[in-house]
């Protein structure tokens, strides 16, 4: 992952030593197409999409151990291990795959429902959650790859939804230019909230990071008290929530009454489309990789490092405002202090967990709201509480970003060390190009 | 050697580096006093109706004498004040005009005749506590002022720690439910750094050993944090709350003689035990950094750590133990949430306070006493929202909440701007 | 004390950097390891001094076998090491990098900073230099922060010195004082092993050479030996030491810089009132140590910068005002000092940096889309203009050596046409082969008719590519020579020596011949 981000753009670099001049394509040798295949096969079990594979496992496992451990019943049994020892296992493996099956069933596919429509509605719920989430970690994931850290997701988040919620709300324009005024509305409040921070950031040298995550507390505060205020209460109403945004604002079902999914899900998808095609096809896109790359030879090559970051940050915040005005006229329909839940922060570790690529945010995304979804029915069905779910999530993202620690787990070979006895690091081409 | 050296200058004397005449003077700090003072001027003084008091009381028991409370009239008080703060302005003006730097008294005295023409137009009619407000500024800064010594502990070896967040999490975790299970305060005390120590050590592996992103560890073991603790919190703690969660609170202990020094005494010694380990831990990590050779390697290796590692000092092991440190001082922390303040653990109670820990870290400039400092601005930010949302005063209760993030924001922006920490912060060490 | 290597191999993934190297020195000797850049000298070193570990091969101090597992080890056996990269923390004084590492301290664990203060001034006053124990390190120039690097090798007491190619960042004066310092210690006993690749440097001071190519050692030379014959041992081929270019048929002056003044972030004057004048068709090197303004000339040229006062008028227009991207396409063709930093994203393909201050041209976008052939297209054209060897468009820049990255960036840069040329150090860290190749494209840019300027702390490269020469000292020019002025009065003038005093003082103290 660390190809990918670096730390902020004026951050010094230490000079290291260079081993002297690699020469460059010193190809290992003739290989034979046995030997092509069969690195192909190490590639694949140990290569990128092997360890996300196993990371996942591995949080998966971890996140038994831990339901298993606070089970009553499981300590019920640990409490006579030594008499009866599998009463333990069994009580511990039905404990875990009852939580997992129930999340299964409530993210994916559920087999028990009596009609097909019934059956997958739970992977309509899933991609109806992941909808925001993979705006918004599109927004972060901008940010990374332009080397800033924009932590602030969840603030850019409540403003968009603030915003988008209020043109939905309070104006009352035409169909369909009412909902375009409204996501317009939304990625101008993550905009704006987020070229704060840039312009902070490119004007003062205030990093980021603190800035971004004290604008979300300055955000979340904000809205909660616009919400005592007339302009977006319910007239005669002192309950903390806007009224509901106009029909004409709200984005269209995709599949009728039965399911929430919305056409919140097609913009997502033209979000990602847009933000491959501006990272690795246009102009701008070329300057925010090669400032996040490396701001001193972007700058000498007559790039402005301070226009860039606010352009970074402004493009990032404009996406996470984009989710959450999808969040507020796809699904919630009314303003409350809780739009957003922790949908900006989530929104980080999906980017990670996409390597900042728009494939993988899309995929990372779906894999979230699955997690969200199924861990809510999980929780209602065993009781087991849905913050495991969190936990997972985290653990997937460190392993991920630690692949020596997974191959170490697992025994794996390192699959960049060249085929030898000896296994020795490669040496540091990045400390001269940071 | 030739006799050509003689005629070079012999010392360095580096002529270059005076400052020229011709230097671009800041005229950061007096624009920002001007406005600042010129809105209270409005604000606080003219524009409010006058024929209010104010009184402020710096009285309390048990001191050897009693300090009677004084009331000034509310509108011509905040006028007052607020031309101190024009003048200030002026006078700063005056110095940068001359080419010199305003001073750091300027803008200490300048915040507190500030905050006391805003105090005075806002509890107009009414009383507000000096020495209450202050101790509350003290106890509200306890954590920050730990968490920030965690996160300085890990940048001066060159480990950023942004999850101080979590490991304060966790320590009032940790301290809750031990302090709950032994009915011991100081068990809770001592599990409380332990709970802290998960997560550091967690951040050493990721960031150390495998050189993954500080950053990005440090914000994915904060989302683990609250994951693990909320997690146990519902499935364990909340069914048994009268056993597990239901720890014994942290009591003032007044220091004999000291305690009776009138408006001080109350505030800094009638505290409870987690404030005085707090006095002594900044006085021993400000010696310990600046003075002992185990600083001096430290700060070496968060400098340039290959330098550090040329001359025989191993910075992998060093930002290990830092890190660990860190966490456990960070942890210790934490247990102010669970033992000293609310009484029991809540799920995410910690709020972001981690990150303001953060900024007072780097406000104050990567030293204990200065975080202290930065973290004290916090804590009276915070007591000062709490006590005026009890007085009732015309400003939006939200609005006040957001003011330490505010501060924050233009105490980053604004004062700190572009200040310099340990130069290999957030730099893994790759040596081959 | 009896240092010997034996078989030391080392390799980086494929690339094997030593090569079962064998050395030998003896107690009292300066033994100079001499190699183009890239040959494996300072891996070996490193190996030596515990920072790398090696594959294979013996560490023999006195005849007696050792391992070092971190340059502690190698500290604690004798051995000190004055790298090429000073290993000094900035913001600590002198005294405080001194005694890092082993301090000495009082009771209750304090640090006892009055003995390291004592330890330097001792130090210092041996070797009849000055030195400010209190000064913070990075306000000294960096001549004076060698000398912190020398004491705090020899405060430990350094049986073994190593000197990773010192005389990089001296004028030739300082050269002749540090040659001064080694010998000084070499009689009183110590093992000295001397690194560089600079020919006449090898000759004036070794007793030994031991010359290595791509890892291994080919041989061993004696100081008398022709430099001819050196440079054919370090290069594996015979060499041209000159380039033999045509002399200069300056066109009008199109490029005039006039009273040029910068002022650093902290205020102070670190380019004082420069000004000179270029002409069409002739090549200007600047020379003079590094940090003395240079710099900041080629940051302020290029619109980094901004000036406090003075004009920089290139055809008749202003460029002061202007940003980088302006100047860039008004016409100037800029290489940066440090091409690993300022010069290339290593993690961009070599495609992407050919076009990295160019991607917004017509050429290469279109209505802010990549225009993604046309880059490839000027990729394999460069590629193949300039010889990058590569392996193929697509490789991530920063894989490439040295020589191959500077290519990258002059390829880029010559790639349009100009109306002025700014290079600063255009062959530093460059291997012989791609020197000669890129200072023929330097004069070849020149005789189609750009004024072009050329900064380099390199006296060799200054006195070989100039039609006349300006000296830097401490943000001034200090003068504006021919081309043929002796190294001598350059020297002196780089310390600071006005022209005609230097010339004087050359005569009547001629220097060891650097």
Same mark, same amino acid.
């Not at chain 1, 007339?230 to 079902?253: K, W, Y």
């Not at chain 2, 006095?279 to 185990?294: E, G, H, Q």
């Not at chain 3, 004024?451 to 039609?467: K, R």
């Given at each position: 992952?660390?190809?990918?981000i670096?730390?902020?753009a004026?951050s010094?670099t230490?000079?290291?030593?260079?081993? !002297?001049?690699p020469t460059?394509?010193?190809?290992a040798?003739?290989?034979?197409?046995?030997?092509?295949a069969?690195?192909?096969?190490?590639?694949?079990a140990?290569?990128?999409?092997g360890?996300?594979v196993?990371?996942?496992v591995?949080?998966?496992?971890?996140g038994g151990?831990?339901?298993?451990?606070?089970?009553p019943?499981v300590?019920?049994a640990?409490?006579?291990f030594?008499?009866?020892?599998?009463?333990?296992?069994?009580?511990a493996w039905?404990?875990?795959?009852?939580?997992y099956?129930a999340?299964?069933?409530g993210?994916?596919?559920?087999?028990?429902?009596?009609?097909?429509?019934?059956?997958?509605r739970?992977?309509? !719920?899933?991609?109806?959650?992941?909808?925001?989430?993979?705006?918004?970690?599109?927004g972060v994931a901008?940010?990374f790859?332009?080397?800033?850290?924009?932590? @602030?997701?969840?603030?850019?988040v409540?403003l968009?939804?603030?915003l988008?919620?209020?043109?939905?709300?309070?104006?009352?324009?035409p169909?369909g230019l009412?909902?375009l005024?409204a996501?317009? @509305?939304?990625?101008?409040?993550g905009?704006?909230?987020a070229?704060i921070?840039?312009?902070?950031?490119?004007?003062?040298g205030?990093?980021?990071?603190i800035?971004?995550?004290?604008?979300n507390?300055v955000?979340?505060?904000?809205?909660?008290?616009?919400?005592?205020t007339?302009?977006?209460?319910?007239?005669?109403s002192?309950?903390?929530?806007s009224?509901?945004?106009? !029909?004409?604002?709200?984005?269209?079902?995709?599949?009728?009454?039965?399911?929430?999914?919305?056409?919140?899900?097609i913009?997502?998808?033209?979000a990602?489309?847009?933000?491959?095609?501006?990272?690795?096809?246009s102009?701008?896109?070329f300057?925010?990789?090669?400032?996040?790359s490396n701001?001193?030879?972007?700058?000498?090559a007559?790039v402005?490092?301070?226009?860039t970051?606010?352009l970074?940050m402004?493009?990032s915040?404009? =996406?996470?405002?984009l989710?959450?005005?999808v969040?507020?006229?796809?699904? !919630?329909?009314?303003?409350?202090a809780?739009?957003?839940?922790?949908?900006?922060f989530?929104?980080?570790?999906?980017?990670?967990l996409?390597?900042?690529?728009?494939?993988?945010i899309?995929l990372?995304?779906? =894999?979230?709201?699955?997690?969200d979804?199924?861990?809510?029915?999980?929780?209602?069905?065993?009781?087991?509480p849905i913050?495991?779910?969190?936990?997972?999530?985290?653990?997937?993202? =460190?392993?991920?970003?630690?692949?020596?620690?997974?191959r170490?787990i697992?025994?794996?070979?390192?699959?960049?060390?060249?085929?030898?006895?000896k296994?020795?690091?490669?040496?540091?081409?990045?400390?001269a190009?940071? | 050697?030739?006799?050509?050296?003689?005629?070079r200058?012999?010392?360095?004397?580096?002529?270059?580096?005076?400052?020229s005449?011709?230097?671009?003077?800041?005229?950061?700090?007096?624009? *920002?006093?001007?406005?600042?003072?010129?809105a209270?001027l409005?604000?606080?003084g &003219?524009?409010?109706s006058?024929g209010?008091e104010?009184?402020?009381?710096?009285?309390?028991?048990g001191?050897w004498?009693?300090?009677?409370d004084?009331?000034?009239?509310?509108?011509?008080?905040?006028?007052?004040?607020?031309l101190?703060?024009?003048?200030l302005?002026g006078?700063?003006?005056?110095?940068?005009?001359?080419?010199?730097?305003?001073?750091?008294?300027v803008g200490?005295?300048?915040g507190v005749?500030w905050v006391?023409?805003? &105090?005075?137009?806002?509890?107009?009619?009414?009383?507000?506590?000096? #020495?209450?407000l &202050?101790?509350?500024?003290?106890v509200l800064?306890?954590p920050?002022?730990?968490?920030a010594m965690?996160?300085?502990?890990?940048e001066?070896a060159?480990?950023?720690n942004?999850?101080?967040?979590?490991?304060?999490?966790t320590?009032?975790?940790?301290?809750a439910l031990v302090?709950?299970?032994?009915?011991?305060?100081?068990?809770?005390?001592?599990?409380?750094p332990?709970?802290g120590?998960l997560i550091?050590?967690?951040?050493?592996?990721?960031?150390?050993?495998?050189?993954?992103?500080?950053?990005i560890?440090g914000? #994915?073991?904060n989302?683990? +944090?609250?994951?693990?603790?909320?997690f146990?919190?519902?499935?364990? &703690?909340?069914? /048994?709350?009268?056993?597990?969660n239901?720890p014994p609170?942290?009591?003032a202990?007044s220091?004999?003689v000291?305690?009776?020094i009138?408006?001080?005494?109350?505030?800094?010694?009638r505290?409870?035990?987690?404030v005085y380990?707090?006095?002594? +831990?900044?006085?021993?990590? *400000?010696?310990?950094?600046?003075?002992?050779?185990?600083?001096?390697?430290?700060?070496?290796v968060?400098?340039?750590?290959l330098?550090?590692? *040329?001359v025989g000092?191993?910075?992998?092991?060093?930002?290990?133990?830092?890190v660990?440190?860190?966490?456990?001082v960070?942890?210790?922390?934490?247990?102010?949430?669970?033992?000293?303040?609310v009484g029991?653990f809540?799920?995410e109670? *910690?709020?972001?306070?981690?990150y303001?820990?953060?900024?007072?870290?780097?406000?104050?400039?990567?030293?204990?006493?200065g975080?202290l400092?930065?973290?004290?601005?916090f804590?009276?930010? /915070?007591?000062?929202?709490?006590?005026?949302s009890?007085?009732?005063?015309? #400003?939006?209760?939200?609005?006040m909440?957001?003011?330490p993030?505010?501060v924050?924001?233009?105490?980053?922006a604004?004062l700190?701007?572009?200040?310099?920490?340990?130069a290999?912060?957030?730099?893994?060490?790759?040596?081959? | 004390?009896?240092?010997?290597?034996r078989?030391?191999t080392?390799s980086f993934?494929?690339?094997?950097?030593n090569d079962?190297?064998d050395?030998?020195?003896e107690?009292?000797?300066?033994?100079a390891?001499?190699g183009?850049?890239?040959?494996?000298?300072?891996?070996?070193?490193?190996?030596?001094?515990?920072?790398?570990?090696?594959?294979?091969?013996?560490i023999?101090?006195d005849?007696?076998?050792r391992?070092?597992e971190?340059?502690?080890?190698?500290?604690a056996?004798?051995i000190?090491m004055?790298?090429?990269?000073?290993?000094?923390?900035?913001?600590?004084?002198?005294?405080?990098?001194?005694?890092?590492?082993?301090?000495?301290?009082?009771s209750?664990?304090?640090l006892?900073?009055?003995a390291?203060r004592?330890?330097?001034?001792e130090?210092?006053?041996?070797?009849?230099?000055?030195?400010d124990?209190?000064?913070?390190?990075?306000?000294?120039?960096?001549?004076?922060?060698?000398?912190?690097?020398i004491?705090k090798?020899?405060?430990?007491?350094?049986?073994v010195?190593?000197?990773?190619?010192?005389?990089a960042?001296?004028?030739?004066?300082?050269?002749d004082?540090?040659?001064?310092?080694?010998?000084?210690?070499?009689d009183?006993?110590?093992?000295?092993v001397?690194?560089t690749?600079?020919?006449?440097e090898?000759?004036?001071?070794?007793d030994?050479?031991?010359?290595?190519?791509?890892?291994?050692?080919?041989g061993?030379?004696?100081?008398?030996?022709a430099?001819?014959?050196?440079?054919?041992?370090?290069?594996?081929?015979?060499?041209?030491?000159?380039?033999?270019?045509?002399?200069?048929?300056?066109?009008?002056?199109?490029?005039?810089?006039?009273?040029?003044?910068?002022?650093?972030?902290?205020?102070?004057?670190?380019?004082?009132d420069?000004?000179?004048?270029?002409?069409?068709?002739?090549?200007?090197?600047?020379a003079g140590v590094?940090g003395?303004?240079?710099?900041?000339l080629?940051?302020a040229?290029?619109g980094?910068?901004?000036p406090?006062?003075?004009?920089?008028?290139?055809?008749?227009?202003?460029? $002061?005002?202007?940003s980088?991207?302006? $100047?860039?396409?008004?016409?100037?063709g800029?290489?940066p000092?440090?091409?690993?930093v300022d010069?290339?994203?290593?993690?961009?393909?070599?495609?992407?940096?050919?076009?990295l201050?160019?991607?917004?041209?017509?050429?290469?976008s279109?209505?802010?889309a990549?225009n993604l052939?046309?880059?490839?297209?000027?990729?394999?054209?460069?590629?193949?203009?300039?010889d990058?060897?590569?392996q193929?468009?697509?490789?991530?820049?920063?894989?490439?050596?040295?020589?191959n990255q500077q290519?990258?960036?002059?390829a880029?840069?010559?790639?349009?046409?100009?109306?002025?040329?700014?290079?600063?150090q255009?062959?530093?860290g460059?291997?012989?082969g791609?020197?000669?190749?890129?200072?023929?494209r330097?004069?070849?840019?020149?005789?189609?008719?750009?004024?072009?300027?050329?900064?380099s702390?390199?006296?060799d490269?200054?006195?070989?590519?100039?039609?006349r020469?300006?000296?830097?000292?401490?943000?001034r020019?200090?003068?504006?020579?021919?081309?043929?002025?002796?190294?001598?009065v350059?020297?002196?003038?780089?310390?600071g020596?006005?022209?005609?005093?230097?010339e004087q003082?050359?005569?009547?103290?001629?220097?060891?011949?650097?």
């Amino acid at each position: 992952m660390s190809d990918e981000i670096l730390p902020g753009a004026t951050s010094p670099t230490i000079g290291m030593p260079q081993p !002297e001049a690699p020469t460059p394509g010193a190809p290992a040798g003739g290989a034979t197409s046995e030997d092509r295949a069969a690195s192909m096969l190490r590639r694949i079990a140990t290569g990128e999409i092997g360890v996300s594979v196993l990371a996942f496992v591995l949080a998966l496992v971890i996140g038994g151990i831990l339901i298993a451990a606070v089970d009553p019943d499981v300590t019920k049994a640990a409490g006579y291990f030594f008499s009866r020892p599998s009463d333990l296992l069994t009580a511990a493996w039905d404990s875990v795959t009852q939580a997992y099956s129930a999340m299964f069933k409530g993210a994916v596919f559920n087999p028990d429902a009596a009609t097909f429509q019934q059956a997958i509605r739970p992977l309509t !719920e899933t991609m109806t959650v992941a909808t925001p989430l993979i705006i918004a970690a599109l927004g972060v994931a901008v940010g990374f790859r332009a080397g800033l850290f924009n932590i @602030g997701a969840q603030g850019q988040v409540i403003l968009g939804a603030t915003l988008g919620g209020y043109v939905g709300f309070a104006w009352h324009l035409p169909v369909g230019l009412h909902l375009l005024v409204a996501l317009v @509305g939304g990625i101008l409040g993550g905009a704006i909230w987020a070229g704060i921070a840039g312009f902070l950031r490119a004007r003062t040298g205030a990093h980021e990071v603190i800035v971004t995550i004290m604008l979300n507390y300055v955000a979340l505060y904000l809205l909660s008290y616009l919400l005592t205020t007339d302009a977006f209460t319910i007239p005669g109403s002192n309950q903390p929530t806007s009224p509901g945004v106009d !029909e004409s604002a709200q984005l269209p079902l995709l599949l009728g009454d039965w399911s929430r999914l919305n056409a919140g899900f097609i913009v997502a998808i033209l979000a990602a489309v847009f933000v491959w095609w501006l990272m690795t096809r246009s102009v701008i896109g070329f300057r925010f990789r090669a400032v996040g790359s490396n701001p001193h030879a972007s700058r000498t090559a007559g790039v402005s490092i301070s226009t860039t970051i606010v352009l970074v940050m402004v493009t990032s915040g404009a =996406l996470a405002g984009l989710a959450g005005a999808v969040q507020i006229l796809g699904t !919630e329909k009314q303003l409350s202090a809780g739009i957003a839940g922790s949908l900006g922060f989530d929104a980080i570790t999906v980017a990670l967990l996409g390597r900042s690529r728009p494939l993988g945010i899309f995929l990372a995304g779906l =894999l979230y709201g699955g997690l969200d979804v199924g861990g809510r029915v999980m929780e209602a069905a065993t009781g087991t509480p849905i913050d495991i779910v969190l936990v997972i999530q985290a653990l997937v993202v =460190l392993f991920i970003a630690a692949p020596p620690l997974v191959r170490a787990i697992f025994h794996l070979p390192d699959p960049t060390a060249p085929r030898r006895a000896k296994v020795r690091p490669e040496p540091v081409v990045k400390g001269a190009s940071a | 050697m030739s006799a050509a050296v003689d005629t070079r200058p012999a010392a360095p004397a580096p002529a270059a580096r005076v400052p020229s005449p011709l230097a671009r003077r800041s005229w950061k700090a007096p624009i *920002t006093f001007g406005v600042l003072g010129l809105a209270a001027l409005v604000l606080f003084g &003219l524009l409010p109706s006058g024929g209010k008091e104010t009184t402020f009381a710096i009285g309390a028991s048990g001191t050897w004498f009693h300090l009677t409370d004084f009331t000034i009239p509310s509108k011509a008080g905040a006028i007052v004040l607020s031309l101190i703060c024009l003048a200030l302005a002026g006078y700063a003006a005056w110095r940068v005009r001359d080419g010199h730097k305003p001073g750091r008294w300027v803008g200490a005295v300048f915040g507190v005749a500030w905050v006391l023409a805003f &105090l005075t137009w806002a509890v107009a009619g009414k009383s507000v506590s000096i #020495v209450s407000l &202050l101790q509350s500024s003290l106890v509200l800064a306890v954590p920050l002022a730990f968490g920030a010594m965690g996160g300085l502990l890990g940048e001066r070896a060159g480990v950023v720690n942004i999850a101080i967040e979590g490991q304060l999490l966790t320590g009032a975790f940790g301290a809750a439910l031990v302090a709950s299970v032994t009915h011991s305060v100081y068990a809770g005390l001592i599990a409380a750094p332990v709970a802290g120590l998960l997560i550091g050590s967690l951040l050493a592996l990721f960031t150390v050993k495998y050189r993954v992103n500080q950053i990005i560890v440090g914000v #994915v073991l904060n989302v683990l +944090a609250v994951g693990l603790t909320s997690f146990l919190y519902a499935s364990v &703690l909340k069914p /048994n709350e009268a056993t597990l969660n239901s720890p014994p609170r942290l009591q003032a202990v007044s220091i004999p003689v000291l305690a009776n020094i009138p408006v001080v005494g109350p505030v800094l010694f009638r505290q409870t035990i987690l404030v005085y380990l707090l006095y002594v +831990a900044v006085v021993v990590l *400000t010696i310990s950094l600046f003075r002992t050779r185990w600083g001096l390697r430290v700060r070496a290796v968060g400098e340039h750590p290959l330098a550090a590692d *040329t001359v025989g000092i191993n910075v992998q092991a060093t930002r290990w133990r830092n890190v660990l440190l860190g966490s456990m001082v960070a942890g210790l922390g934490g247990a102010f949430f669970t033992l000293g303040s609310v009484g029991k653990f809540a799920q995410e109670m *910690t709020a972001g306070k981690g990150y303001i820990a953060l900024a007072a870290m780097i406000l104050g400039r990567w030293t204990p006493i200065g975080s202290l400092g930065a973290a004290l601005l916090f804590g009276f930010a /915070n007591a000062l929202q709490l006590v005026l949302s009890v007085l009732d005063v015309p #400003v939006p209760n939200q609005l006040m909440l957001m003011l330490p993030y505010l501060v924050t924001i233009v105490a980053v922006a604004g004062l700190v701007g572009r200040v310099r920490g340990p130069a290999a912060a957030g730099e893994p060490y790759v040596k081959e | 004390m009896k240092l010997e290597l034996r078989g030391i191999t080392k390799s980086f993934g494929p690339l094997v950097a030593n090569d079962h190297i064998d050395l030998v020195v003896e107690p009292g000797q300066i033994h100079a390891l001499l190699g183009e850049n890239g040959a494996g000298k300072s891996t070996l070193m490193n190996v030596l001094f515990g920072l790398y570990s090696a594959d294979e091969g013996e560490i023999l101090l006195d005849d007696e076998e050792r391992t070092f597992e971190g340059p502690g080890d190698a500290l604690a056996a004798g051995i000190g090491m004055v790298h090429q990269h000073f290993m000094l923390v900035p913001v600590f004084t002198v005294a405080e990098n001194v005694m890092l590492g082993h301090e000495a301290t009082k009771s209750a664990g304090l640090l006892d900073l009055e003995a390291a203060r004592t330890r330097v001034r001792e130090l210092a006053a041996r070797f009849g230099f000055e030195l400010d124990p209190d000064a913070v390190v990075e306000d000294l120039p960096v001549g004076v922060q060698q000398r912190v690097e020398i004491v705090k090798a020899l405060a430990r007491d350094a049986k073994v010195l190593i000197l990773d190619e010192p005389t990089a960042v001296l004028t030739p004066q300082e050269t002749d004082e540090l040659i001064g310092i080694m010998r000084q210690l070499r009689d009183a006993g110590t093992s000295i092993v001397f690194i560089t690749h600079k020919l006449r440097e090898v000759r004036a001071v070794a007793d030994v050479i031991t010359v290595i190519r791509r890892g291994r050692v080919v041989g061993s030379a004696s100081p008398d030996a022709a430099e001819t014959e050196l440079a054919s041992m370090m290069v594996g081929r015979a060499v041209s030491l000159s380039l033999g270019k045509a002399p200069a048929q300056p066109g009008d002056t199109t490029f005039e810089v006039r009273n040029l003044t910068v002022l650093d972030a902290a205020g102070s004057v670190v380019l004082d009132d420069v000004s000179f004048d270029l002409a069409r068709g002739e090549i200007l090197t600047v020379a003079g140590v590094q940090g003395n303004g240079q710099t900041e000339l080629a940051e302020a040229l290029l619109g980094l910068t901004p000036p406090i006062a003075g004009s920089v008028r290139l055809e008749g227009r202003d460029l $002061v005002g202007l940003s980088p991207r302006e $100047v860039l396409d008004a016409g100037v063709g800029f290489v940066p000092e440090d091409r690993s930093v300022d010069g290339l994203v290593g993690d961009f393909t070599v495609e992407e940096n050919l076009v990295l201050d160019l991607v917004h041209t017509p050429a290469y976008s279109r209505g802010g889309a990549l225009n993604l052939g046309a880059i490839r297209r000027n990729a394999e054209h460069r590629i193949d203009e300039f010889d990058i060897r590569t392996q193929g468009p697509a490789q991530a820049a920063g894989r490439l050596s040295g020589g191959n990255q500077q290519k990258v960036v002059l390829a880029r840069e010559l790639s349009r046409p100009l109306k002025l040329f700014v290079a600063s150090q255009p062959t530093r860290g460059v291997d012989v082969g791609s020197i000669e190749f890129l200072h023929r494209r330097i004069v070849a840019e020149r005789d189609n008719g750009t004024p072009v300027l050329i900064v380099s702390t390199e006296l060799d490269e200054v006195v070989e590519l100039a039609d006349r020469i300006a000296v830097m000292y401490r943000g001034r020019i200090v003068g504006i020579v021919p081309a043929d002025t002796p190294r001598d009065v350059l020297g002196l003038m780089m310390a600071g020596v006005p022209q005609s005093e230097a010339e004087q003082q050359a005569a009547e103290h001629p220097t060891a011949g650097l």
